[in-house]
């Protein structure tokens, strides 16, 4: 499967957060991408205070505007996140569209970020249950045969999630991020090869990088690992788009090499 990650700086304008993504999009076209992976919050970054006032709901506008994104390019989006108004509680949604903007089903993130960090002085505090409701299921999204463990940011430092998904027979794992600086110094490589290696999965983490706002830095570095725990794709710092072929049969291979007791 050829896939391509994303890697913006999000801001709270979700029209310039489009726009960037427009850009990026057109750069790969006719490279036959089958599915472009988007970060968490790709569509309104909040300053973690409260939510973007910019909220998805089932068929408004703002759903409709991922929607055709997806129709526009011809091109699945998988895995990017949104906050989005569900029941009354806004949760942060992972939306998932093929290329003909078919809705594939949605993932709640159900591990909400809490940190207190101090560090040179600074310190860090931010909890997403001020602004968010965590969601309560996983999901295992199935597109074109290829069944994706669905995941977001936090949900990373959560080995028994991706040991579930692995067991439900998922190939791929997907984290959205908006990794801080601090965090992502400290375990963003490792956690994301560790989901890898121990998964025998492919793992796609799109990431946010850079200042989005007042508040918020984020650290960027999305990665595409194999199960073999390999780096494929490191966007490392900067605004950007890679394209990668993922080859599948790798996993088996990996699989059968290191065996697990799972088969």
């Known amino acids: 499967m050829k896939v391509a990650i994303v890697q913006i700086t999000s801001v709270l304008d979700y029209k310039k ?119 309560k299921l996983d999901k295992l999204l199935e597109f074109q045969k290829i069944k994706i463990g669905l995941g977001v940011c936090v949900d990373l430092r959560f080995s028994e999630m991706a040991l579930r998904y692995r067991n439900m027979g998922a190939q791929v794992l997907t984290y959205s991020s908006a990794f801080t600086v601090p965090t992502g110094k400290a375990h963003w490589h490792t956690l994301v090869i560790a989901r890898a290696i121990e998964s025998q999965c492919f793992v796609i983490a799109s990431a946010q990088w850079g200042e989005n706002n007042e508040i918020i830095q984020t650290f960027g570095h999305s990665l595409i690992v194999d199960p073999w725990g390999e780096i494929l794709v490191d966007l490392k710092e900067g605004e950007g788009i890679s394209v990668c072929d993922i080859d599948l049969t790798l996993i088996q291979e990996v699989r059968s090499q290191v065996i697990m007791g799972r088969e």
């Open 17 to 135: 957060n489009l726009k960037k993504l427009e850009n990026l999009l057109n750069e790969i076209k006719g490279q036959s991408v089958q599915a472009v992976f988007l970060p968490e919050c790709f569509y309104s970054m909040s300053n973690g205070k409260g939510a973007t006032p910019h909220l998805v709901a089932e068929g408004n506008e703002h759903y409709k505007n991922i929607q055709a994104l997806a129709r526009k390019f011809d091109v699945a989006l998988i895995g990017g996140t949104a906050a989005t108004m569900s029941d009354g509680a806004v949760v942060n949604r992972a939306y998932n569209f093929d290329s003909s903007g078919v809705d594939l089903g949605f993932y709640d993130k159900v591990h909400l970020f809490s940190c207190d960090i101090t560090k040179n002085g600074k310190r860090k505090k931010i909890n997403e249950g001020d602004v968010y409701t965590s969601g």
